[in-house]
């Protein structure tokens, strides 16, 4: 077994201790046995330290040209580069995801570098005209200051670098709270900014529950904005505190999202698509699969086909290259999943047609490894089919038309991603008008998200701010208008030219 990472906040540049001296454990979902870190279980005292750290630095870091800003973050993602296997695997023992995820994380925080790095000669603003003769009218974008990020475990580098390398080349600096499951990727994470050349306190990352680091953030008077990613119930507390401290906040947070399979469709593609989306990552991806939905003419065939193939799947540790499915994160998880899996049976009565109980016995004692799970016979309405699970859990719909297949999609408080699989060229564009979602994906399941167009969702799914591509630069900037006279005297706007 690997030797246990044992690490320590990352604070102006250097590594310390909690002023409290306390620390936690981080074991393997897959292996218990198997100590993968150890770090601060830290308090307000360290984020004051962190912010402190990053005010000082910021005076620096705004000044610094964005186009060198985007040189060093190249480097780091250089670095990220020549260290991917090695952080894929602890990634893997940290959060189970099986290891051609874990690589497709760290290769997502890669490409967001590499993105935000460019953005260094860009970060543009807009030049037009005015009014008035011999006078000149633009808006440049400017940083906002100290930057609070608060992220999941899910993505436990893609998402701190969708947060970060923005906030970087805008000219920001950055205090991050990682989640508590997921530590040491962001500890890996401050490595690569280290090793890059960061001037120090430009990055910090405190590690500690939410209840004391991530509230120490939200409230910090210096913080000047937060971005979090994770659940609805968490996400919307900490929107109501930041709306009352009158702090920006942009929220992330969960789905429900829906793959429609029209009676046209492709239907070995459909049926490739759906087990990458509802089975990929345990089905613990803001965008997972979590519902399917069938025209009836080709229902039952599907179904069959479905089940024959997501019976195949190999649960095991993710380690193993032949594994397709790790375990559940926590204990906590597959208990969410374990009890969703009663209520469809219970309350919802779905028919349960595949899966539904914990594995165990051999290997499988040791983790929190849960079978792939598929209820038929879904209603609408039902709690299985409106709650999000966050689990390999995945529920049927039977639909009789593609109009029914849109109001069923639509119809959750949830708007993230979305899916139809259909050769019908109408049907795919009607699907892109009428889906309330922040992605569809025609003919393709409902994960692959790529770091160059915006990402988010819609209602419940978070407050109307996008990550990643250009959009999430109107997070990490605020507009300033300048108008420059060069006329050499007093020209009054909407008076002298009336
Ligand atoms: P979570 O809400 O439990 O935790 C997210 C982060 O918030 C963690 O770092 C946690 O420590 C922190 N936190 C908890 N309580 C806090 C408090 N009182 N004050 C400040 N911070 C606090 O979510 P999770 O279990 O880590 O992640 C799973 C959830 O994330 C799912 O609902 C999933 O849909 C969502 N998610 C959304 C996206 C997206 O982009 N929409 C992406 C990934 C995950």
Not at 58 to 84: D, N, Q, S, T
Not at 105 to 132: K, S
Not at 217 to 244: K, W, Y
Request: aromatic residues 8%.
């Amino acid at each position: 077994m690997p030797e246990p990472k044992h690490f320590k906040n990352y604070i102006g540049g250097a590594w310390v201790e909690a002023a409290g001296g306390e620390r936690y454990e981080n074991r393997n979902p897959a292996d218990t046995e198997d100590l993968v870190s150890t770090q601060p279980s830290s308090d307000g005292r360290d984020v004051d330290a962190a912010v402190a750290a990053a005010r000082e630095a910021f005076e620096g870091w705004r000044l610094v040209p964005a186009p060198e800003r985007g040189l060093l973050i190249m480097k780091a993602a250089e670095i990220l580069k020549a260290r991917k296997e090695e952080i894929s695997q602890m990634m893997t023992r940290e959060m189970g995801k099986v290891i051609a995820e874990t690589r497709g994380d760290t290769q997502e925080a890669i490409d967001c570098g590499m993105y935000a790095a460019g953005e260094g000669r860009r970060l543009f603003g807009r030049h037009t005209p005015v009014e008035m003769r011999n006078k000149f009218g633009m808006a440049i974008r400017r940083p906002v200051g100290v930057c609070g990020m608060i992220t999941p475990w899910n993505f436990p580098i893609a998402i701190p670098s969708w947060k970060m390398f923005p906030a970087l080349i805008c000219g920001n600096t950055c205090v991050i709270k990682p989640a508590t499951l997921t530590p040491a990727s962001v500890a890996n994470f401050m490595e690569v900014f280290e090793e890059a050349g960061f001037p120090p306190g430009v990055v910090n990352m405190v590690t500690g529950g939410g209840s004391s680091v991530g509230k120490a953030i939200i409230e910090h008077p210096d913080v000047n904005r937060v971005s979090f990613t994770g659940s609805v119930e968490i996400g919307n507390m900490l929107a109501g505190q930041c709306g009352a401290l009158g702090k920006p906040f942009s929220a992330e947070l969960g789905g429900k999202n829906a793959q429609i399979v029209m009676d046209d469709a492709n239907l070995p593609l459909a049926l490739d698509g759906v087990l990458w989306g509802a089975f990929g990552t345990t089905g613990q991806r803001c965008t997972a699969t979590s519902r399917l939905i069938l025209h009836e003419k080709i229902h039952d065939g599907f179904v069959e086909k479905l089940v024959a193939r997501a019976k195949k799947l190999k649960v095991g540790n993710g380690l193993d290259e032949s594994v397709d499915m790790g375990p559940a994160v926590s204990e906590d998880q597959l208990k969410t999943d374990l009890y969703y899996i009663e209520v469809g049976q219970k309350e919802d009565k779905a028919e349960l047609v595949l899966g539904g109980k914990r594995l165990t016995g051999g290997a499988y004692d040791k983790g929190f490894f849960i079978e792939p799970t598929i209820f038929t016979g879904v209603k609408p309405g039902m709690r299985l089919e409106q709650e999000e699970i966050f689990g390999p859990v995945l529920s049927v719909i039977k639909v009789g038309s593609f109009e029914e297949a849109i109001r069923v999609q639509n119809d959750t408080a949830f708007g993230l991603s979305s899916s139809i699989y259909t050769e019908n060229v109408n049907l795919a564009f009607k699907a892109i008008q009428d889906i309330e979602a922040g992605i569809t994906y025609i003919n393709g399941p409902t994960i692959g998200a790529e770091v160059h167009l915006p990402f988010g969702g819609v209602k419940g799914t978070g407050n109307g701010h996008r990550e990643a591509s250009w959009t999430v630069l109107d997070f990490y900037t605020e507009w300033k208008s300048v108008y420059v006279e060069f006329s050499g005297k007093l020209q009054r706007a909407q008076i002298d030219n009336q």
